[in-house]
């Protein structure tokens, strides 16, 4: 480890140091004087204590490629100058001090009493350290990255039922998953940019962490958040433009600038935004689409940009109709004209329509957009065939109406992955404008949106055999201009700031939840494109390794998932809410304990607050109260301050579905499981469904020494997931890596890519309530937790219809912890038990309970008593049981409708148990015994309501209710 001495700096400084005096300069003291003997032994001492700190023996992580660059004495103290690696660490005010200590007194041993500083990066150590973590007489103004706001954000709602006032309102936000499906002039094909691995691939994994768990967290929050690829996965997509079939309009109306224009392809090159044409005026504009088949639908809109824009309405109003009633959006039409804007996704099911007008000067009116749709940019001739949502950014852009230059940053015909990853930070940049325009002009006026901040997530490569990968962060401080400012003079040391900060708080919360040894690694100032491209603070984060299976066992756990998530949303929140001198509070989790029951000819709804164990900000303070009547369509709520809440009785044979949303002064939680209730008219003692199906998982998995990986394909999605590729194929630890198309162990098949597979959607009281009412029963319904809690009184019901779905016991990522959704934990056994001693009657439906009970002596002794029935393996080739009158089909395959139910159960008679069901191939599906029936599927898998009512009379018949 070589000093470097440098000679004639060391002389310019004594010089400079002997100008004080009167005469000529005085030699150095002979105990400070840094001789080649004095020299050899700092290169000793300062090696030595980098190697006890590489071994972990200091309080500051020193890694590997750290070294002493150099050593300069100066006005009577000595610099210290190491590489620029040391930076890569975290560092707060205690490391650095205790660092600059041992620096000091390795120092001290050769040269006594001598002032010690320590630089990296042509800076005090001391500066790396963010902001939140110094007193607030030490903070760095000069890394608040606060431009003026405007009076109103691009949207907000019209009128919330609560607005957060500590959250993200306001900010606006750019984020994106990494990669996607891409076109390859080469091969002259499309492809994905990263290996098919472990029953994913890069590109599809960023986009469930992404789009589908981060992007919700942080709009419930209030955030406007803007991404460069496809937010919606509905493949379906009806654009409705102005002037042409389901566009009316009333009041005062003239042509307007340039708009969308809506056509089967678009070349390269060309701006769909720049094809058609716009109107301006005051009034109301309508959009009618018809849809082709009821779902869930992103509504996107757009209106002229350009100049005029300033003089448009901050309050361009639109109002949307679904399923769930209407839902109004306000938009700031001085910003971001000529693209789309997103406004919120709602399930239809019927034609769809949103009607514009204004609360305050003139609006423009173009396109509506209902739906994600497949791919229409063209490469050389081709488009990608694939839903949009798959695509990489580059081509989602065009199709957004970036200018070619945001797009085509390379100006090649055929460099799409250069300018894919290019292309990502100058969209961040065009969305902003002037000062903060594209590297390349950043006075271009751009679109006006105020982005805040911009963060890229990726996953990453490398293996380790013996644990994690772990969590990278990468930040660029330089920038492309290399002036290491932002446009307004921020330090981009504020992007350090950031990229700590998002580090810090998903390790810290990976190590209290799932693993307390995931691995922290560097947090790298380097100029990759995605990180110093943006003209906002900005970071590149890669999670974990995707080619390592200790890591992709948590990454492909939706518990994980959603951790990973909420503490992106926590650090971004912070560090936005810092940046202006404002709070922070975490938006609550969802509630828990819930039953909806009739009482006094009303519905009492109740539940419980679920604690947040990382976060005691994130209490709520009041609830929303959101109803559905029917299969679609959730209502916006109703604020309620208790924890219970009594509602109007839905009219008889309805269907009312409840759901409760904890929200605070930072947000809103996610909505909590959704119950139901419905009043058959004559109707004696309702039935109570439980609802026990609590369980989200990860792929079942093996770990051998020769053989290790997914043996299953998709595991138990929480919501809906996008994830998944294809069934694992290599099992072979010892296979490497050789390309994309042969990549080693882990290398999966392609036969679910760009399917949307459903998961545990925590909805299913009501698939079970609407086979009841069909039966002339009314009923009610609670979750597990209710039930267990003994706050449900079951001697209430005629019957329990307990619904369990796909709940068995699931290994928790972190072995030393106890396995998590076990079907039938004891409470519920005693709950259960003592209903059936007092004469109760009990249906129990699901895929695995049997099986997860056999694992417990106890449980598998109170189902024989009971239920009479036995574990008998598994069926893989179920798909349909009969119980006398034909078969009936269950959803057997993945899709976006309902959960798969695969190997299901085979139910053996036990005890007083008597087959009453089989399996298409004969073996037993159901058994019954006493006042009880017992299904080896979960009955709301059943697609068709009226086969569904078929098997619930037959068990309600076997259990001794008419």
């Known amino acids: 480890m070589p000093i470097v001495l440098r000679p004639a700096l060391l002389l310019v400084v004594l010089a400079v140091a002997g100008c004080a005096s009167s005469g000529p300069a005085a030699p150095p003291a002979p105990d400070r004087a840094l001789t080649a003997e004095r020299a050899e032994r700092l290169d000793a001492v300062l090696g030595g204590l980098l190697s006890r700190c590489r071994a972990g023996g200091c309080a500051l992580p020193v890694g590997r490629g750290v070294e002493v660059d150099s050593v300069v004495v100066a006005g009577g103290a000595v610099e210290v100058r190491f590489s620029r690696d040391l930076g890569d660490a975290p560092v707060r005010p205690a490391t650095a001090a205790a660092f600059t200590h041992d620096v000091a007194a390795a120092v001290g041993r050769v040269l006594p009493g001598v002032p010690v500083r320590v630089v990296t990066r042509g800076a005090a150590l001391e500066a ?44 606006h936000v750019a984020l994106w998953p990494s990669h996607g499906w891409l076109f390859n002039p080469e091969t002259d094909d499309w492809g994905w940019q990263r290996a098919r691995l472990f029953t ?27 991404l460069p690829r496809e937010r919606d996965p509905q493949a379906a997509e009806v654009v409705v433009d102005d002037g042409g079939p389901g566009y009316a309009e009333a009041g005062a109306w003239a042509d307007g600038g340039p708009g969308f224009g809506l056509r089967a392809q678009y070349g390269d090159g060309q701006n769909p935004f720049a094809l058609g044409t716009t109107r301006e005026g005051q009034g109301a504009a309508t959009w009618t689409a018809d849809l082709p088949a009821p779902g869930a639908y992103a509504v996107h809109v757009s209106y002229a940009g350009g100049a005029g824009r300033a003089d448009r309405s901050e309050r361009a ?56 749709g497949v791919g229409v940019v063209a490469r050389e001739g081709q488009t990608s065939g694939r839903p949009r949502w798959t695509e990489a950014a580059r081509y989602y852009e065009q199709y957004a109406g970036a200018p070619p230059a945001v797009y085509n940053v390379t100006g090649e015909p055929d460099a799409d992955y250069v300018d894919d990853y290019r292309s990502r930070g ?55 201009d290399s002036t290491g400012t932002f446009a307004d003079g921020t330090s981009r040391l504020a992007n350090r700031d950031l990229a700590d900060r998002l580090q810090t708080t998903i390790v810290d919360d990976l190590r209290a939840t799932f693993d307390p040894a995931w691995t922290r690694r560097a947090l790298w100032d380097r100029n990759y494109s995605e990180a ?116 109007p009785a839905p009219p008889p044979g309805v269907v009312r579905s409840y759901r409760v949303v904890a929200v605070n002064a930072g947000g809103a939680g996610a909505p909590s499981v959704a119950l139901a209730v419905g009043l058959a008219p004559g109707a004696g003692r309702p039935v ?52 994309d198309a042969q990549p080693g162990w882990g290398a999966s098949g392609a036969e679910l890519e760009a399917t949307v597979v459903a998961g545990n959607t925590h909805d299913h009281a009501a698939a079970h309530g609407a086979a009841l009412l069909a039966l002339g029963h009314s009923f009610v319904s609670a979750t597990d937790e209710a039930v267990e809690s003994g706050a449900v009184a079951l001697d209430d019901y005629a ?164």
């Open 128 to 171: 790396l350290v963010p902001n939140a973590y110094r007193d607030s007489l030490s903070r760095d103004p000069s890394r608040l990255f606060a431009p003026p706001e405007p009076t109103y954000p691009l949207t907000r709602p019209a009128a919330p039922p609560a607005a957060p006032t500590a959250g993200l309102a306001g900010r």
């Open 200 to 226: 994913t691939v890069e590109d599809l994994l960023t986009v469930q962490l992404v789009t589908q768990t981060l992007v919700p967290i942080l709009e419930r929050a209030g955030a406007v958040v803007l």
């Open 317 to 372: 109003r639109y109002t949307v109709r679904h399923a769930g009633g209407e839902s109004a959006v306000l938009v700031n039409q001085t910003m971001g004209g000529g693209t789309w804007v997103y406004l919120g996704t709602w399930e239809f099911d019927g034609p769809a329509s949103a009607t514009l007008t204004s609360e305050g000067g003139a609006v423009s009116a173009d396109a509506v957009r209902f739906g994600g």
């Open 426 to 480: 100058e969209w961040v940049n065009w969305l902003r404008g002037a000062p903060f325009g594209p590297s390349f002009a950043p006075d271009d006026p751009g679109l006006g949106i105020p982005v805040d901040l911009s963060l890229a997530w990726h996953t990453d490569a490398g293996i380790d055999r013996d644990g994690t990968v772990g969590t990278l962060l990468i930040y660029d401080s330089p920038g492309m």
């Open 532 to 647: 110093a491209r943006p003209a906002v603070p900005s970071a590149l984060l890669e999670l974990l390794s995707h080619q390592n299976f200790r890591d992709m066992q948590f990454g492909l756990d939706p518990r994980f998932q959603a951790v990973a998530a909420r503490a992106v949303y926590k650090a971004m929140g912070r560090s936005l809410a810092e940046q202006r001198g404002r709070s922070f509070v975490v938006q609550p989790l969802r509630p828990t304990h819930l039953q909806a029951t009739f009482e006094g000819g009303a519905v009492r709804l109740a539940w419980r607050p679920q604690a947040d164990p990382l976060e005691p900000t994130a209490a709520p303070d009041a609830y929303l109260v959101q109803t559905r009547d029917g299969e679609r369509g959730w209502s916006e709520g109703t604020l309620v301050q208790e924890t219970h809440a009594s509602l």
């Open 688 to 739: 109570l469904v439980v609802d026990a199906f609590d369980r989200v998982a990860p792929p079942a998995s093996v770990a051998l020494a020769d053989s290790a990986g997914f043996v299953d394909t998709v595991g138990v999605p929480d919501g809906r997931s996008v994830l998944t590729v294809g069934a694992q194929r290599v099992f072979d630890p010892d296979l490497a890596y050789e390309s």
């Open 799 to 962: 019957a329990v219809d307990l619904a369990l779905g796909l709940e068995r016991r699931t290994p928790h990522p972190d072995s030393s912890r106890a396995p998590d959704f076990e079907a039938l934990p004891a409470p519920l056994r005693d709950r259960l038990g003592a209903y059936l001693d007092g004469g109760g009657a009990l249906v129990v439906s699901g895929a695995h309970w049997l099986s997860d009970a056999a694992a417990d002596p106890a449980s598998a002794a109170w189902v024989r008593r009971y239920l009479g029935a036995e574990a008998g393996g598994a069926a893989p080739d179920a798909y349909a049981l009969d119980a006398g009158a034909g078969l009936v089909p269950f959803a057997a395959s993945y899709g976006p409708d309902r959960y798969a139910v695969r190997a299901p159960d085979v139910v053996r008679a036990g005890g007083a148990g008597r087959l009453v069901a089989r399996y298409a191939d004969g073996q037993g599906a159901a058994v019954a015994s006493g006042r009880t029936a017992s299904f080896g599927v979960p009955l709301e898998a059943v697609p068709d309501v009226g086969q569904r009512a078929a098997l619930l009379t037959a068990a309600l018949a076997a259990a001794g209710v008419r």
